[in-house]
C-alpha cells in the first residue's frame, strides 16, 4: 500500500539521516596530527641536547626573562633561547604560535590539553628518552592557570617524567600553596644572578643555579657537555 511504502521511506531516511549524524559526529571528535597542532602549536622532539620532547614559548613573552635580560650579569642576560631565535626564524615563529594558541585556549583548557597529549603520545616515542618531558626550553610559565594544566597533564600520563624549569618563583609559590604537585613533575626553580645562591624556599622544590666557578657547583647539568641545538621549526 501507499502507506506502507511511505513508511519504509521514513524509515529508510531515519537509518541514512542518523548515520550520517552519528558519521559527522565522530569526524567532529576525531583529533589527527593536523587538527591538534591547530590547537596547541608544536610538541617538539627536536633538540639534540635534551634528546626528548619538549614545548616552547617565544622570548618575548617570557615574563621574567623580559624584566631581567637587560640587567647586567642575569642569566636572562646570556639567554641562549633568543639566539636561536635569531639564527633559526622558524623557531621563533613556531614558539609564537605556541604561545598564541595557549591563550587564545584560556576559555576551553582541556580541549588543549586532550590536544596536547594527543601530540605529546606521537612525539615521545620518536625520541631517545620517550619517558622524560622539558617544559619551556625557551620560555617559562605564562600563568598559574598554565601551571594547572601542566599538572593535569603530569596526571594523565603517570609513565613520563616531566621536568620544569622557571624563574616564576611566585606563580609556583601560589600554586604549591593550594595544590599538590605530580610525582611525576620536577619543578626546578632557577635562580635569577650568575653566581647566585639557590633560591631558598619551604616547598621541597629542587633549584638550579649558574656560575662561573666551576667549583661552586653542586652538581654539573650533562647538557653542558653536549654539541647541539634546538632546531623547532626548522
Not at 631565535?85 to 591563550?103: D, G, V
Not at 620536577?186 to 631558598?200: A, E, F, G, H
Request: charged share 20%; net charge positive; glycine share 4%.
Amino acid at each position: 500500500t501507499s502507506f506502507g511504502r511511505f513508511s519504509l521511506i521514513l524509515i529508510f531516511v531515519h537509518h541514512i539521516g542518523g548515520n550520517l549524524i552519528k558519521n559527522l559526529s565522530n569526524k567532529k571528535d576525531k583529533i589527527t596530527l593536523k587538527s591538534a597542532r591547530q590547537i596547541v602549536g608544536l610538541v617538539s622532539s627536536q633538540n639534540s641536547k635534551l634528546e626528548c620532547a619538549n614545548f616552547s614559548f617565544n622570548t618575548i613573552n617570557c615574563k621574567k626573562g623580559m624584566l631581567l635580560k637587560n640587567i647586567n650579569n642575569s642569566i636572562c642576560s646570556l639567554c641562549y633561547s633568543e639566539n636561536i631565535e635569531k639564527r633559526y626564524t622558524n623557531a621563533e615563529k613556531s614558539w609564537a604560535n605556541n604561545y598564541q594558541l595557549y591563550i587564545k585556549s584560556k576559555d576551553d583548557s582541556e580541549q588543549w590539553i586532550i590536544n596536547f597529549l594527543f601530540l605529546l603520545d606521537n612525539v615521545v616515542k620518536k625520541t631517545p628518552n620517550p619517558n622524560h618531558f622539558r617544559w619551556f626550553p625557551s620560555g617559562d610559565l605564562e600563568s598559574i592557570e598554565m601551571l594547572g594544566r601542566i599538572c593535569e597533564i603530569a596526571n594523565r600520563r603517570k609513565s613520563i617524567s616531566f621536568w620544569l624549569p622557571s624563574k616564576q618563583i611566585d606563580i609556583i609559590s601560589e600554586y604549591v600553596a593550594f595544590n599538590k604537585l605530580p610525582n611525576n613533575l620536577n619543578i626546578r626553580v632557577s635562580s635569577y644572578m650568575i653566581d647566585q645562591d639557590p633560591p631558598k624556599l619551604a616547598m621541597g622544590l629542587t633549584t638550579s643555579t649558574v656560575n662561573k666557578n666551576s667549583n661552586n657547583q653542586k652538581i654539573n647539568c650533562p647538557a653542558t657537555f653536549k654539541i647541539g641545538k634546538s632546531k623547532d621549526g626548522k
